[in-house]
């Protein structure tokens, strides 16, 4: 079993990276799956599956959170001369969200040891 604030630990980590990553300069050497709207996919699932394993009893106001961050970083995009914000990388975050917490379900069912609360 991984301890929970090693999940918090990776949580906050994958969070300020999506945000670095999103504010950067879009540039070759960024990791990317070449679809915009796929990486926002996979960086929310991520961080719902992480924030879930972390805070394990907060699941409405990590959900809730995690919409906000998303929206967060489509404003800040717009401030950027380098960057675009757009509202359907925020509602790809959403679905992200969403996978996440259905991905966290079936894991659990699946009584995975490292995922056990």
């Known amino acids: 079993m991984i301890a929970p604030a090693l999940w918090k630990a990776a949580f906050w980590i994958c969070a300020a990276a999506i945000l670095v990553l999103a504010l950067a300069p879009a540039a070759p050497e960024l990791p990317t ?30 959900f809730v959170g995690l919409l906000l961050f998303g929206g967060l970083i489509e404003l800040l995009q717009s401030f950027t001369t380098y960057r675009f914000a757009e509202w359907i990388d925020w509602i790809a975050d959403g679905i992200g969200v969403i996978a996440g917490y259905g991905l966290n379900v079936i894991l659990r069912r699946h009584s995975l040891p490292f995922l056990r609360p």
Do not use: C, E, M
């Open 33 to 62: 799956t070449g679809w915009d709207k796929s990486n926002h996919f996979i960086g929310f699932i991520t961080l719902a599956v992480l924030g879930l394993q972390g805070y394990p009893k907060r699941g409405a106001t990590l």
